[in-house]
């Protein structure tokens, strides 16, 4: 066993935005020396597809910061969804932050290691062939057999 | 401060992508060689001095200059 500090995440959002943080501190932690992996369960599986199609929306989310004040309702019409979602992206590229792929790609290359939980696969009907290569499956079990000897362990 | 071994531009780019590209710049380095970093991150002050601290990487020295943040950081 190597003597490296150790991160383990669980991921469970599959929004555009909380697909952020479990890339961005595993692929940090990689550079910085740890042994990384990532638990995707349930909408955090989102995240391992090939295409990732992720969306954000303001909707429950008084949080979002907003070009023009808009009553809730308004927010709901369609396609505002993919207009939030176009202008978040439109937003990250011009101050320079990485896409998602981009990361992912990086998390990859830095041997972060992502599991995809079995027992949400097949609830969602989700098949190994949409994810990306180099995800291994498992459950309950197999999170904590690295999480047990991790020294951060972040649920996402 | 023109001393050094390789230069990376990390301009435009933000967290974590100039720690990542330095890391990455650094693996293909020898020990001892010193990199240049540019910045435009603000955040990249701090996180450099918490790479270097937690990479065994020293960091030579930083500064600030027009907008941009200059790193020396020898490779461990």
């Known amino acids: 066993m190597s003597d490296d500090k150790k991160l383990a995440i669980i991921a469970t959002k599959g929004t555009l935005d909380w697909a952020y943080p479990p890339f961005i501190l595993a692929s940090t932690a990689a550079a910085l020396g740890y042994e990384s992996?990532?638990?995707?369960?349930?909408?955090?599986?989102?995240?391992?597809?090939?295409?990732?199609?992720?969306?954000?929306?303001?909707?429950?989310?008084?949080?979002?910061?907003?070009?023009?004040?808009?009553?809730?309702?308004?927010?709901?019409l369609p396609g505002m969804q993919g207009m939030m979602t176009a202008m978040m992206k439109q937003k990250m590229k011009s101050k320079g932050v990485a896409s998602i792929e981009d990361l992912r790609s990086l998390c990859l290359e830095a041997e972060v290691k992502m599991v995809a939980c079995q027992m949400t696969v097949d609830l969602f009907d989700m098949s190994r062939?949409?994810?990306?290569?180099?995800?291994?499956?498992?459950?309950?079990?197999?999170?904590?057999?690295?999480?047990?000897?991790?020294?951060?362990?972040?649920?996402? | 401060?023109?001393?050094?071994?390789?230069?990376?531009?990390?301009?435009?780019?933000?967290?974590?992508?100039?720690?990542?590209?330095?890391?990455?710049?650094?693996?293909?380095?020898?020990?001892?060689?010193?990199?240049?970093?540019?910045?435009?991150?603000?955040?990249?002050?701090?996180?450099?001095?918490?790479?270097?601290?937690?990479?065994?990487?020293?960091l030579l020295d930083h500064k600030e200059e027009g907008g941009k943040f200059l790193f020396r950081m020898r490779k461990a």
């Open chain 2, 1 to 58: 401060m023109a001393e050094f071994d390789q230069e990376l531009d990390a301009s435009g780019l933000n967290c974590p992508l100039p720690i990542l590209r330095a890391k990455k710049t650094l693996a293909s380095m020898s020990s001892g060689q010193v990199l240049h970093i540019i910045a435009t991150d603000p955040g990249s002050v701090k996180d450099f001095e918490a790479f270097a601290k937690q990479t065994g990487n020293e």
């Open chain 1, 129 to 156: 062939e949409d994810f990306i290569d180099g995800v291994s499956y498992g459950g309950a079990a197999t999170f904590f057999e690295f999480a047990g000897e991790s020294d951060i362990c972040l649920f996402i």
């Open chain 1, 37 to 76: 992996q990532i638990f995707f369960t349930f909408y955090g599986l989102q995240l391992l597809k090939k295409k990732p199609d992720l969306k954000v929306t303001s909707l429950g989310n008084p949080g979002m910061p907003m070009p023009v004040p808009m009553p809730v309702l308004a927010q709901a």
